[in-house]
């Protein structure tokens, strides 16, 4: 059986009359990427607030990394890393000497934190700003310091909360690269973001969070086909095998001058197979065939009924 990083069951918050967590379930297998999604206000700062400490829940248990968040707040938050939306970075600080911080609020020894932060920085090709002021790193690199504080403590569980916002693309794929090569050597992610394609570039898992429940979860591919709109789109080498094919189907829209057959699917296997072998116990071949689904933004619009809020 699979261990889990994460395991919560009837967790519940609530701020006076307003209720912002009402009985979320969630498990988080080891060594995987989770990613809680929703609009603002659904409750996601809640929930990773609750996981890693910072305030109670009203109702539920959790065990976080083996350990009961009620009764043993300690031990959850020796095994856990948080990097929040906005960087814990010092500024005025290089970014050696933020890491050597980080090392003494673990209580490293001296020796351990300059070897932990050395190669840190080398992991995340800061080495040559190592002793430059945080203040003259760019967003990438400020980010990858950022996390790799987080990392000083060996975290077995990393709470990652809009990793990359306003990062330019080239630094977004970079921390991309380095959350999977943690997820490689073993680290549980649970990520939160406003890029849904971040999400569906990355996570194992997802979880869709509204007014505080969770009204969806799966895959990103099985979150797809929750939503109307996938189809399949064949291509024929002339019109008498397409014709024949929309007959046969009987469902779809033919396009004549460019040959093809777009027929409704949630894109899964067993009707992409019922649908190719319809067409080949007829003897009807098809030059070319594309599976479309909708992509994480129709998903979200959907089952949340309104648009993606805006990303700063």
Do not use: C
Not at 89 to 108: C, F, I, P, R, S
Not at 119 to 147: C, I, N, V
């Amino acid at each position: 059986m699979t261990n889990l990083a994460i395991a919560a069951n009837g967790l519940r918050k609530s701020y006076g009359d307003k209720v912002v967590l009402d009985g979320v379930d969630l498990a988080v297998p080891e060594g995987t990427i989770f990613s809680l999604l929703g609009p603002n206000g659904a409750g996601k700062t809640t929930t990773v607030q609750i996981l890693s400490t910072l305030i109670p829940a009203d109702g539920g248990t959790v065990q976080v990394a083996g350990h009961d968040l009620a009764r043993e707040p300690d031990d959850v938050r020796g095994a856990i890393g948080v990097t929040g939306q906005y960087s814990a970075v010092d500024k005025l600080l290089t970014g050696e000497e933020n890491l050597l911080l980080m090392a003494d609020l673990k209580h490293l020894p001296r020796k351990d934190g300059k070897r932990k932060a050395a190669e840190l920085l080398d992991r995340f090709d800061l080495a040559d700003a190592a002793r430059k002021p945080a203040s003259t790193y760019s967003g990438g690199m400020r980010r990858r310091l950022d996390l790799a504080m987080t990392l000083v403590g060996d975290p077995r569980l990393i709470f990652l909360d809009e990793p990359t916002t306003g990062l330019d693309p080239r630094s977004r794929r970079s921390m991309w690269r380095t959350v999977r090569e943690l997820v490689a050597r073993g680290v549980t992610i649970f990520l939160t973001t406003q890029y849904l394609d971040e999400a569906d570039e990355l996570a194992d898992h997802i979880a869709l969070l509204d007014n505080g429940r969770l009204i969806a979860e799966g895959t990103a591919d099985e979150l797809k086909r929750l939503v109307p709109g996938g189809h399949i789109r064949l291509t024929f080498t002339g019109t008498p095998p397409l014709d024949a094919a929309r007959r046969l189907v009987g469902t779809g829209i033919a396009d004549p001058e460019a040959l093809t057959l777009r027929v409704p699917s949630d894109g899964g296997v067993r009707s992409i197979r019922e649908l190719l072998t319809l067409l080949d116990d007829h003897a009807i071949d098809i030059a070319d065939m594309s599976v479309h689904t909708p992509d994480l933004d129709d998903v979200f619009l959907t089952l949340t009924g309104r648009q993606k809020e805006p990303t700063p």
